[in-house]
Nanobody, 126 residues
Framework: QVQLVESGGGSVQTGGSLTLSCVGSGGTFSSYAMGWFRQGPGKEREFVAALNGNGDSTYYVPSVKGRFTISRDNAKNTVYLQMKSLKPEDTAVYYC???????????????????WGQGTQVTVSS
């Protein structure tokens, strides 16, 4: 059983930056590919970024590519989402998730992730 806890959300103005963290416990962290998802007001949950187990392969939704960076520190059981040049449309609850199928898959569907954190709110004002 893996537990995930996100932190680092907050309120920023357009163009600002935030770094989200997600700490995992209860499993071998490096054996899970990790993903970040978000759910904006009145919207469905959407994929943001994914990272394989050793951190050398990533995938991003086009709307955040070049602005967001996903990374991980397996020694700290932590995955990060560094967000720059934030826009109002980035406003959402951000969730991290672990793919129990293994470390190599870069899944974009929420159905492929079994373990989820509780989410952290990011609000970007214009």
């Amino acid at each position: 059983q893996v537990q995930l806890v996100e932190s680092g959300g907050g309120s920023v103005q357009t163009g600002g930056s935030l770094t989200l963290s997600c700490v995992g416990s209860g499993g071998t962290f490096s054996s899970y590919a990790m993903g970040w998802f978000r759910q904006g007001p009145g919207k469905e949950r959407e994929f943001v970024a994914a990272l394989n187990g050793n951190g050398d392969s990533t995938y991003y939704v086009p709307s955040v590519k070049g602005r967001f960076t996903i990374s991980r520190d397996n020694a700290k059981n932590t995955v990060y989402l560094q967000m720059k040049s934030l826009k109002p449309e980035d406003t959402a609850v951000y969730y991290c998730a672990a793919d129990e199928r293994g470390a190599t898959m870069l899944a974009v569907s929420s159905y492929d992730y079994y373990y989820w954190g509780q989410g952290t709110q990011v609000t970007v004002s214009s």
